[in-house]
């Protein structure tokens, strides 16, 4: 009887390595599916700089290399990506489509971020702008914010809070 036991715990090793094999296989082809897809989207982002990130979606890329996009979510979350402009999160890549509060365009980040640096530019000095303030001022203007995003683009830019700014007169 002893040898049984032996031999079907190893037979069950076996099988579950070469079920580890091929699932670490399929996450590879995912992997590699969805960054070609990010790369391909992106190519004038990687060609001409910040200015030319295109609004993107997991949708996007879940819809072109057909699958859930609940998968492309979870594979690009902790992954970098090595480019020619250096090193990024794959979700840095994501978080560029904003809709329009109102018909459903989607306005490319840098309009956006340049919209919130005017803002900005332009605001008191003594009574600086919260980066709520600014997403209801955008979602008068027709684009829909959230206040976090508000604040990630003010950071990108490098524009202190508006706490820092009012420090600052």
């Known amino acids: 009887g002893r040898n049984n036991k032996i ?6 090793a076996i099988s579950s390595a070469r079920w580890l094999k ?16 990010i790369i391909k989207r992106q190519s004038s982002f990687l060609e001409k700089g910040m200015d030319y990130l295109q609004p993107l979606s997991l949708k996007d890329i879940a819809t072109a290399i057909k ?9 690009t ?7 020619p402009r250096g090193c990024f999160a794959m979700k840095y890549f994501f978080s560029v489509s904003l809709n329009s509060a109102e018909n459903g365009e989607t306005h490319a980040a840098t309009a956006v971020r340049e919209a919130i640096k005017k803002l900005i530019s332009e605001e008191p000095s003594k009574k600086p702008l919260s980066d709520e303030a600014i997403a209801i001022i955008m979602k008068k203007d027709g684009i829909d914010l959230a206040r976090r995003t508000v604040a990630k683009y003010r950071e990108i830019m490098k524009i202190p809070s508006s706490a820092q700014r009012r420090r600052q007169t």
């Open 67 to 75: 699958m859930h996009e609940s998968t492309v979510s979870r594979v």
């Open 77 to 83: 979350t902790g992954l970098t990506i090595e480019t």
């Open 22 to 37: 091929r699932a670490l296989e399929q996450r590879n082809i995912t992997t590699l599916k969805i960054a070609a897809e």
């Open 7 to 12: 031999d079907g715990y190893a037979s069950q």
